[in-house]
């Protein structure tokens, strides 16, 4: 299968395009500057499906991190990242609708949002928002 798209270059190193948005699966890249030659390279794009969480089992933790938090939704693979404000944290593969993850550190109580992201750049909210409450002291 072929599929055509605009490109749009951005500097003499770097182009951009858009996939179909129903393209799902590994597809191999090539660039025509005339729609007929097309250019022999063994570049690869990998196409997977947005991860999505619809619930996490707990919704706070201490600043000091480390609550281990697992999310349910679909479309995981072992690949996504979880980000927690604007900390990035790996997560652990569980199934296609479960993954862990453990918060990070804060400096400060707040609530942040928290996002999922299969390469670590572009992050998808989720809308779920996870409150870092301070130490309790006895």
Do not use: W
């Amino acid at each position: 299968n072929h599929f055509v798209s605009a490109l749009n270059v951005l500097n003499g190193t770097a182009m951009m395009c858009q996939t179909p948005a129903s393209l799902i699966g590994r597809i191999k890249l090539s660039v025509s500057v005339n729609g007929m030659a097309n250019s022999q390279s063994n570049l690869a794009l990998e196409i997977v499906e947005r991860p999505l969480a619809n619930t996490i089992d707990i919704g706070f933790g201490p600043l000091s991190g480390g609550t281990i938090i697992n999310f349910y939704g679909s479309n995981f693979i072992e690949a996504v990242v979880c980000r927690f404000g604007a900390e990035v944290v790996p997560s652990s593969f569980v199934s296609d609708t479960h993954i862990i993850c453990i918060s990070p550190q804060q400096a400060a109580p707040s609530r942040v949002m928290v996002g999922l992201s299969v390469n670590g750049i572009h992050f998808l909210s989720s809308g779920i928002v996870f409150e870092y409450l301070p130490e309790l002291a006895l």
